[in-house]
C-alpha cells in the first residue's frame, strides 16, 4: 500500500472515491502522478455487504444528517435524507444499478433547445456532444456496458418480460435490456451476473462494474495510489494568489491532518461537493471557494422521478435477476408536444418487501398498504427518469444550526418542482400504468419519487465565468488548480442516468489535468 | 431490551395495534409480535418515545367500552385512524413498517425469497421462467431519433 507524506505538495488530492474521483484517480495514476483519494466512508467489500435491504442501508448509506426545505415531497417524507447515496469506498458507484444510456445532442443545448423557460436556469453546455463520443467510447469499454463495443446483451428477467411485453403492445420500439454495465459474460477479470438480484445493496459478486471493483484496483497496481478511508474533508486550502494549497481532513480517529496538493479534484457528489465549497470560504473568499459567480450550490437538480408497480392475477417475481436491465426510450426523444420540455426513460425497478412498504406511501399505514404487498409475488416495476430544469433557487446552502458529528454545518438541500417536472411525472407515470394495463395488470400503484439518487448541476460548467462554477473541463473559473469531477458540473440534467457521462467527463478531465500539470499547474 | 415500564397488557395492545395498521389475514400473530417488541425495545432507549407510547397504549385502551386488544379488526382500524399523525402512532408505524417487512417469515408469506447469493443467484433457478407471456426481443434496433 503506497503512502504519500502531508507534505508532499505533488501529489494530486481527489475527495471522494465514486464514478468521478475513482475514474480520476486511476487515469492520472496510469499516466504515473501521485493520487491521494481521501474517502470519508469505510471500506467495504463484496463480503461486507447485506443482502437485506435495510441493513444494507444501515451500512453504506449516507446517513449523516442534513436537512431539507422547498414544496418537493422528499422534504415532507425524508426530511432528513434529501439523498439516497453511499459513504464508503467506491462511493455511490457500489450502490447504482448500471443502467448506461448516453446523452443526445440537443441534451447539451437545452437552453436553445428549450427556449426561454419561464422560472429555470437553463443553460447551453460548453461542450458538444461531439466532443464527449470518443469518452463515451472509452467509458463503456472501461465499465463493459452491454450491447456496446461487441458486449453482448443481458438476457430477458420476469419483471423485463412484462416491461417489454406491454411497451410492444403500447406501440414502443425502442427497448431493450441495456445498455447496462454488469457483465453478461466475464469481463475485465469480473465474474458474469449471478442475476443475484441485489445491486442496490452492493453487488456481491463483483459483475456490476463500480470504482471499488474496477477503477481503484487498477490504480492501485500501479503504486500511484494512497487510498484513505474513513477520511472527511473539511476544508480545501488556499495561497494569498488563490490557488488550492491542499486540504484539511479528519481521520478515522478523528484526528485533523493536512494533505498538500498541487492539484485537488473534488467529486463528493453534488450535495457534498457544493458543501465542500461553501465551507472553504475565507476572507479572500467570503461566499465560498470557487464561488465568484455566486453559482456554488444552486442549479441543483435530482431528475424528475416516479415509480409504477403493476400486479397481475400471476406471478412475475421482480427481484430476481438484473434490477434495472430494462429501458424503454421512446419518450426520451426530443418532442415538446407532449406538454413538456425533455425526455425520459422508463427503466425496470425491484424493490423488496422492505423498501416497497416503506416507499410505497411514506409514512402512510393501513389495508391500502398491506394489501399492495400481499400482491407482491406478482408485482413488475418501472422507474420513470427524466430531465428535470434547473432552478437558481433549488439549492444546496449551510445550514443555519445544525452540525454534524465533526461540528461542520450540514448541507440544506432546497427543491421546489417546475410545473415542466410535475407535467413530465404525470405523464411519465400514466405512460407507465398503460405499459402495464396493456398486459393485463389487475392494477397499477404510483410511488413518489425516493430521495434523490441523481444529484446534479451544483457547480455547473459554464463558457462564461459569470454563469458557472467550472470551465469545459471541470476546472473552476476561480482557482486554476480546482477541479470538479462528480456530477456537480452538469450543466443540464438531460434524461439520461448519469453515471456513464460523468466517467466520460472524468476520462477526459484526468488526461487535461495530466497534460496541464507539466505545463501551467506545476 | 425494553423498560419494565411496559406490562403484558401493553404489549398486548401493542401487537393488536402493529397488526390493525397493517393487516394481513395469512399473518399469523409471530410476526407481528416481533414488530411490537423492536417497537418496545427502541422505546428502551428513547424516554421520549417510551412515555409517549405508554400513554398512547393507555389512550387506545380506553376508546370504547372494551380494551383495544378486543375490539373487531374494523373498530380497531377505526380507532386507530383516529389517531393517525399522533406522534405515538407516527413512531410505532415507522419502526414497525420496517421490522414486519425485514422478517423472513412474512417474506415467505409473501413469496420472497430473500437473500440469494449463497445460493448462486437465479441465473440456474428462474430469473427468466415466466411463462405467461412470449419471450421479447431484448437488442435496440437502432438509436432513437432526437
Partial sequence: MTRFSYDDSDVVVVVGSGAGGGTVANELCQRGLKT?????????????????????FAQMAWGDT????????????????????????????????????????????????????????????????GELEPYYDKAEIKMGVTHRHGRPPLPANNNYKVFANGAEKLGYRYYSTGPYATNAEPYDGRPATLQDGFNFQGDKHGSKWSTLVAELPKAEKTGHLDLRPDSHVAQIEHDAKGRATGVLYIDRNGT????????????????ETARLLLLSGSPQFPDGLANSSGQVGRNYMRHTTGTVWGQFDKPVRMWRGETMAGVIADESRLDTDRGFVGGYYMETISLGPAFLAKFIAPGRWGSHIS???????????????????????????????????????????????????????????RQGAAVYKAVGALKTIETPPYPSTHNL?????????????????????????????????????AAANPTLTIVALATRQAEYIATELNKTLA | MGSTLVTAQ?????????????????????????????????????????????????????????????????????????????????SIVDSAIVTLYSDPEVWDLLGYEGPSYDKGGYVDRGFDDLDWLPDPKIEFEDEVPA
Wanted: hydrophobic residues 40%.
Fill in chain 2, 10 to 90: 401493553d404489549r398486548q395492545t401493542l401487537v393488536n395495534v402493529v397488526s390493525a395498521a397493517f393487516p394481513h389475514s395469512t399473518f399469523p400473530r409471530g410476526p407481528y409480535e416481533r414488530a411490537a417488541d423492536a417497537v418496545i425495545a427502541q422505546a428502551g432507549t428513547d424516554p421520549r418515545f417510551l412515555a409517549q407510547l405508554l400513554q398512547g397504549l393507555t389512550d387506545l385502551d380506553a376508546q370504547r367500552e372494551v380494551r383495544f386488544s378486543e375490539l373487531d379488526a374494523e373498530t380497531a382500524g377505526a380507532v386507530l385512524r383516529g389517531a393517525d399523525g399522533s406522534p405515538f402512532l407516527t
Fill in chain 1, 256 to 271: 485533523l491532518r493536512r494533505q498538500r496538493a498541487a492539484v485537488v479534484v473534488v467529486a463528493g457528489n453534488s450535495i
Fill in chain 1, 36 to 56: 491521494v483519494v481521501l474517502e470519508a466512508g469505510p471500506h467495504l467489500t463484496g463480503e461486507d455487504y447485506h443482502q437485506d435491504e435495510w441493513p444494507a
Fill in chain 1, 371 to 429: 394489501d399492495l404487498l400481499d400482491g407482491y409475488r406478482n408485482t413488475a416495476g418501472m422507474w420513470i427518469v427524466g430531465e428535470d430544469m434547473p432552478r437558481a433557487d433549488n439549492r444546496i446552502t449551510l445550514s443555519g444550526d445544525t452540525v454534524d458529528q465533526h461540528g461542520l454545518p450540514v448541507a440544506n438541500v432546497h427543491f421546489d418542482d417546475h410545473p415542466n417536472d410535475v407535467a413530465m411525472r404525470a405523464h411519465g407515470q
Fill in chain 1, 457 to 493: 448541476g451544483t457547480a455547473r460548467m459554464s463558457q462564461r465565468p459569470r454563469d458557472g462554477v467550472v470551465d469545459r473541463f471541470g476546472r473552476a473559473h476561480d482557482v486554476p488548480n480546482l477541479f470538479v469531477a462528480d456530477g456537480s458540473v452538469f450543466t443540464t440534467g
Fill in chain 1, 66 to 129: 442534513r436537512t431539507t426545505s422547498g414544496s418537493w415531497q422528499v422534504a415532507k417524507d425524508f426530511p432528513n435524507l434529501p439523498a439516497w447515496l453511499v459513504k464508503a469506498v467506491g462511493g455511490t458507484t457500489t450502490h447504482w444499478a448500471g443502467a448506461c444510456p448516453r446523452f443526445k445532442a440537443h441534451e447539451f443545448t437545452a437552453r436553445s433547445t428549450y427556449g426561454d423557460l419561464e422560472g429555470t436556469s437553463l443553460l447551453d453546455w460548453p461542450i458538444a456532444l
